[in-house]
């Protein structure tokens, strides 16, 4: 499953997904127009600037779920 395919009303903070960059697993802290902030542990302090050329890329990216590790 892809983020765009998340019903619309959900909110993205805390969803896990795979960053195509790095092909990492990250959960989604919060974004601006040039990425996304991720988090490599849910509620961790640190976070990851994940730049795209465009925020619409972001819908492309793979939901990851425990049945999708």
Same mark, same amino acid.
């Given at each position: %499953?892809k983020?765009?395919d998340l019903d619309?009303?959900q909110?993205?903070?805390? !969803?896990?997904?795979r960053?195509?960059?790095?092909?990492?697993l990250?959960?989604?802290?919060?974004?601006? %127009?040039?990425g996304?902030?991720?988090?490599k542990?849910?509620?961790?302090?640190? !976070?990851y600037?994940l730049?795209?050329e465009d925020?619409s890329?972001?819908?492309?990216w793979?939901?990851?779920?425990?049945e999708?590790?």
């Amino acid at each position: %499953m892809k983020i765009k395919d998340l019903d619309p009303t959900q909110s993205l903070a805390g !969803i896990r997904f795979r960053y195509p960059g790095d092909n990492e697993l990250y959960y989604w802290a919060s974004q601006w %127009m040039k990425g996304v902030w991720g988090q490599k542990e849910k509620g961790a302090e640190q !976070i990851y600037p994940l730049f795209v050329e465009d925020i619409s890329e972001c819908m492309e990216w793979e939901v990851v779920t425990d049945e999708t590790i």
